[in-house]
Structures are given as structure tokens and as C-alpha cells.
């Protein structure tokens, strides 16, 4: 069990799952890319002893891999495992009581620890300007804190145990902020911290803020842990580290004693300004919008600091690995909390919030002639409405029948579903709804459409597994390409208007008319570069559902209304850049370049690539 950042990393470096690099990097787009290119390569965590402009060391890719990330919490990952299924299902407990008294016993022992006497991180006062200022992307707003652990009260009922620990990022500098007074904070009104932003706003009173960076990793991913109601954070933390979470309070403010870094400071009622852009987990920028002012009371520094980043993007990337070691610790709580769900995956590659694939069950067609979606669309619903589930665009939905199905087969996946895909039945739109805040396909901020495609019964198509002819030449749509058996990607002119497009739209599907139809291909991807979008699975997975609002952009050769409800022969989805998207992440060529020192020979990450 590790007391701090640092007891952890010389245990990977001693087991040979970190690198130190010597050598002076900066921290303007050069840690970020090395980070990058150490993730894509499975490669280890790095610890940068020297920061271009800051004393201050900083790590990152701790979190690189599951192997990892286990190897770290290998002493408690089991009692925390069996904790939350206590939590997830309490009558175990109650079946078998000597069985799971440990459980008990480990979940008491880590109850937060406050400590009255001084320690290190308290001990020395810094300033925002001392921290490295990390900027990932080119046109980031400026220098982020990427891996915080921001902590608030309830105003109501104040305590720790009434706390919210989140991981909601931090703007150091850039646009309109006062350095070393004031930074960002990026959070939406409905988080924990909102609400308690809601409560004191109501009360007349600021919100007291502590933003921790650093200390065990089990803090770390305890921010970004959906745990079960009444499942403190902090009791998780303690938990996960196999050690309580040690604080205190300095002026009011909660200092967490193991941090390596603690910035303090209020949030006043309606006091927002300009965050952002920031390179974000879809794969492109985020803009710049108003969020929350915390106006800087103090910065703490414990000796020897670390300061921990890690680096968003396109997926797959660090968050992704989060992700999996969440899913793997807690187990599929949503089969759990929505009857007839077996499995729902959010598509990583597309971004996790965009795209979901799910199985159900369908109890309902024993009754029925033609076997047909019906359960399933009443669960699809239900999906739609569970937490972050929420913010999807897209759900493909089906139920097993004669042979086994995993979501995590995506090909595999979607092929069974195309393969029973009734197109004048199984598209079932929702306009004028919400939609990630980082997504912008929708028609403004958290604005967007979904769409549910359940298919369920006997195969009714055998899927194209070449161009067909009836998409080759067609005039404005050129370099037509196999993606997937039943799935082709189109390149078509630059997107113009929506109204453009449905003219558009209406020539192709006379085009394809009258050259006989497609059976054999329900969907057509129209995009700007049909070679990457047809490269790889991950590229179709991504272009495809990160640049695409269903309600605006699905359309459909000989499509039709009928009774409200929209059908067609086949699916296009309009994949272009479209004017009001956001532009997609791309590295800096001069920076590449300049980082290949360290991994040249004799340098710090020779053999890492």
C-alpha cells in the first residue's frame, strides 16, 4: 500500500513499469505527445525529471494499462471488488454473514482520518505559476490540470462524509483569467459539485473548493469512480489504497494530508468565465464556453512534489483504460439496475458517449407471429434514461436467439444486426433531446437527437461483402469502399446546408433506384475521406457516429413516412465536417519531430517505440 505519488512510482520502477526521462522537456505539446506515443506503444509510466519552466517533476501513463493499473492496487483490489458487490447486492451479506464480515471490517477501516498536527503538503505555500503548465493540444485555451481530485461540501449538512470528490478539469491559464487569482473549473450544474454549487448559491454563501492533485493513485481514480448510492468517495479512497484518507482543514478548506499539490479557493454565485478549448475525449476540441470561476484563496506543494497529467484524445487513450479497470472492478452495474438488460457497451472508439450497443432480452414475441422488436424497445428506453447512458446518440439493439452474442465483438455485433435489420420498421428516432456537452454533431450545446435501431428475428438478408455495382460512378459521389459486410463508405461533395443535402439526398436515392436498388447493403456512410473511414473498424467507428446528429443526418433511399414513423430501403448517414462541428485533433508536425530525441539511442525512451 502506498502513502503518496512517489511510494508508487519507484514500486514500477522497480518491477520495470516506469521510465524516468533525463532530459529537459517542455511542457507546451511535448510531454503530451511523448505521453502519447508511450500509450500507443503499450509502453510504460513516465516520470519527467525535468520540466521545461517549473522545479516541480510530473508523471503520467500510470494508468496505460489494466495490467498496470492492478499491478498498483494488487494488495486491496480483491476486498474492494468484494465491497461493492456487498454494496451492489446487500442480501449476500445477510445470506452468509461470516462470509462477508471482512468486507465490513475493510469498509470501516476506511473511513477518512483527520489529522489536527501540520503535514508536508501544508507545510509550503507555492503559486499557480510554480505548477508545470501542461498544454496538450495546439489549440488548447491554455494549461490544464487533466487528473484533479476537485473536493466539495454539502453547504446543508457540512463534513466529509458529506463531500463530493470529482474529476472535473482545471484551467490554469489562458483567456480571460487573472494568473495565479482565479482558474476554471468545468462542470455541469447536475454533477455533485453543481449541486452544492446550487446550495450555497441559495444560502448567499460561496462554495468552498480544494482541488487535490496527486497523492496515492487510489485518490485518483477514486474521482472518477461511479460507486454505488451512499458510497463515499473518500471511504473508497482509503479503501483502494489499503490506507484511510488522511486530512485536515486550513482556513476552512479541506486539505487532503497525502496530496502532492492542494489548491484552495470559492466559487461565487453566477461568477463564470471563457473555458476552454481543450482536446477532448471524442477526438476534438472542445470550445470555448462559460463555466464556473474559482477565485484562488492558496496553493499548497508538499517537498518533492509530483504533479500527475495524462493526456485526452481521440480513443483509444489513458481514459480508456480508466474506463476498463472501472468496468472490471465494479462489474455491469446496469444489468444489474435495468431488468431484461444482459449487456450494454459503450463504443470507446466512437467516443463512449455517442454510440452504445446493447443485448436484451425479448419475452414478448411467443405471442406474436413474426418475431419483431418489442421488449426490447421498451429497454432501450430505459437505457436511454440511466445516467451517462443518457447522453448517447446512437443505441443498436438486439436480443439472442439461436447463438450467443458479445457487444465487444463490434463487427461480429453489428453484422447480426444488419443481417435482421427491417429498415421500414426498426428506426426509431427521439428529436430535440439531449446529448453530450463535449458533442458538437447536435444542433447546439447538449442539444441533439438519438435514434434506437432493435433488431430481433430470423436473418433476412445476406450482407454485400463487396461494392455493389449500383454505387460505382455515380455522379458527386465518388471512391466507393467496403467497410464492413453490408456497410460502404461514399465520398460526396463538401457538406453546404442542411437544406442542400436533402436535395442531395433525394438525387442519390433516385440514382440507386434506377440502377436496381441495394438489398444487400442497408447502410451507406457518406463522408469526406471514404479511405481512412474504411482503413479500419475503429476509423468507421468514429468518423461515423462523432460526426453525425440522427435526427439531421440519417437519411434514406426511398424513404417514407408512415403512421409518424420514418422507413427506407437503406440507411445514409451523412458523416461529413459539417460548418458547426468541432475541429478534430491534430498534432503539432514540428513537435513530433522534436521529441524523437528521446527516443534516439543512448536517449531516456530508447525501445520504448
Not at 509530483?306 to 483504460?321: A, L, N
Not at 443518457?390 to 452474442?405: G, V
Not at 456497410?487 to 440502377?515: C, K, W, Y
Request: proline letters at 7%.
Amino acid at each position: 500500500m502506498y502513502r503518496n505519488l512517489e511510494d508508487c512510482l519507484v514500486d514500477l520502477e522497480k518491477n520495470g513499469h516506469l521510465v524516468r526521462i533525463r532530459e529537459e522537456v517542455d511542457p507546451y505539446l511535448e510531454m503530451a505527445a511523448i505521453h502519447l506515443k508511450a500509450y500507443e506503444a503499450n509502453g510504460p509510466a513516465l516520470l519527467f525529471e525535468n520540466v521545461k519552466g517549473s522545479k516541480f517533476r510530473a508523471a503520467s501513463n500510470l494508468f496505460g494499462t489494466i495490467e498496470r493499473s492492478k499491478f498498483i492496487f494488487r494488495d486491496t483490489w480483491r476486498a474492494v471488488e468484494n465491497v461493492i458487490a456487498l454494496r451492489n447486492d446487500p442480501m449476500k451479506a445477510l445470506k452468509n454473514p461470516f462470509k462477508h464480515i471482512g468486507s465490513g471490517l475493510a469498509a470501516w477501516k476506511a473511513l477518512p482520518a483527520k489529522q489536527s498536527n501540520s503535514q508536508p503538503v501544508s507545510t509550503h505555500e507555492i503559486q499557480i505559476t510554480d505548477l508545470p503548465f501542461i498544454q496538450s493540444w495546439p489549440m488548447d485555451g491554455g494549461a490544464f490540470v487533466t487528473l484533479p481530485q476537485v473536493y466539495s461540501e454539502d453547504p446543508d449538512k457540512p463534513g466529509i462524509m458529506n463531500s463530493n470528490l470529482g474529476m472535473y478539469r482545471v484551467q490554469l491559464s489562458g483567456n480571460d483569467y487573472e494568473l495565479n487569482k482565479e482558474i476554471g473549473l468545468h462542470y455541469q450544474i447536475h454533477r455533485g459539485i453543481g449541486i452544492h454549487q446550487d446550495k450555497a448559491n441559495k444560502r448567499g454563501e460561496p462554495l468552498k473548493v480544494s482541488c487535490f492533485i496527486g497523492g496515492p493513485p487510489a485518490h485518483t481514480l477514486s474521482a472518477v469512480m461511479p460507486l454505488p448510492e451512499g458510497m463515499s468517495e473518500l471511504t473508497f479512497a482509503g479503501m483502494l489504497a489499503g490506507r484511510r484518507f488522511q486530512y485536515s482543514y486550513i482556513d476552512g478548506y479541506c486539505i487532503s494530508n497525502d496530496a502532492d499539490f492542494v489548491i484552495t479557493g470559492e466559487i461565487h454565485a453566477g461568477d463564470t468565465k471563457p473555458e476552454g478549448p481543450f482536446g477532448d475525449h471524442l477526438g476534438y476540441y472542445s470550445l470555448t464556453h462559460p463555466f464556473p470561476v474559482m477565485k484562488v484563496k492558496k496553493v499548497y506543494a508538499k517537498p518533492n512534489a509530483i504533479f500527475p497529467f495524462t493526456v485526452v484524445g481521440r480513443p483509444p487513450q489513458e481514459d480508456t483504460s480508466f474506463g476498463a479497470l472501472i468496468h472490471e472492478l465494479t462489474g455491469d452495474a446496469i444489468v444489474k439496475e435495468i431488468p431484461g438488460v444482459k449487456e450494454v457497451h459503450a463504443v470507446d472508439a466512437a467516443g463512449v458517449h455517442p454510440l452504445l450497443f446493447a443485448i436484451g432480452s425479448e419475452r414478448y414475441t411467443p405471442y406474436q407471429q413474426v418475431k419483431q422488436p418489442t421488449e426490447l424497445l421498451t429497454i432501450a428506453n430505459r437505457i436511454l434514461g440511466t445516467g451517462q447512458l443518457s447522453l448517447a446518440k446512437y443505441l443498436f439493439i438486439t436480443a439472442e436467439d439461436k447463438q450467443p452474442l458479445d457487444t465487444h465483438r463490434e463487427e461480429e455485433f453489428l453484422t447480426y444486426i444488419l443481417e435482421r435489420l427491417d429498415l421500414h420498421r426498426d428506426i426509431h428516432f427521439q428529436t430535440n433531446t439531449t446529448i453530450d456537452t463535449l458533442d458538437y454533431s447536435g444542433t447546439g450545446l447538449n442539444s441533439g437527437s438519438k435514434v434506437v435501431i432493435a433488431a430481433y428475428g430470423d436473418k433476412c438478408r445476406d450482407l454485400c461483402t463487396d461494392v455493389p455495382e449500383a454505387l460505382k460512378d455515380l455522379r458527386s459521389y465518388t471512391a466507393p469502399r467496403l467497410v464492413m459486410p453490408g456497410i460502404v463508405a461514399i465520398q460526396g461533395p463538401s457538406f453546404t446546408s442542411h437544406e442542400q443535402v436533402a436535395r442531395e439526398m433525394n438525387e442519390l436515392s433516385d440514382a440507386i433506384r434506377e440502377r436496381g436498388g441495394l438489398p444487400t447493403c442497408p447502410m451507406i456512410v457518406l463522408c469526406d475521406d471514404s479511405a481512412f473511414l474504411s482503413a479500419n473498424l475503429n476509423n468507421f467507428l468514429w468518423a461515423t457516429f462523432t460526426r453525425s446528429n440522427p435526427s439531421h443526418d440519417i437519411h434514406g433511399v426511398n424513404s417514407y413516412y408512415e403512421n409518424k414513423h420514418w422507413a427506407c430501403d437503406n440507411m445514409i448517414i451523412d458523416a461529413r465536417m459539417k460548418p458547426h462541428h468541432a475541429p478534430p485533433l491534430i498534432p503539432d508536425p514540428t513537435v513530433e519531430k522534436n521529441i524523437e530525441r528521446l527516443f534516439a539511442k543512448g536517449a531516456s525512451l530508447e525501445g520504448v517505440l
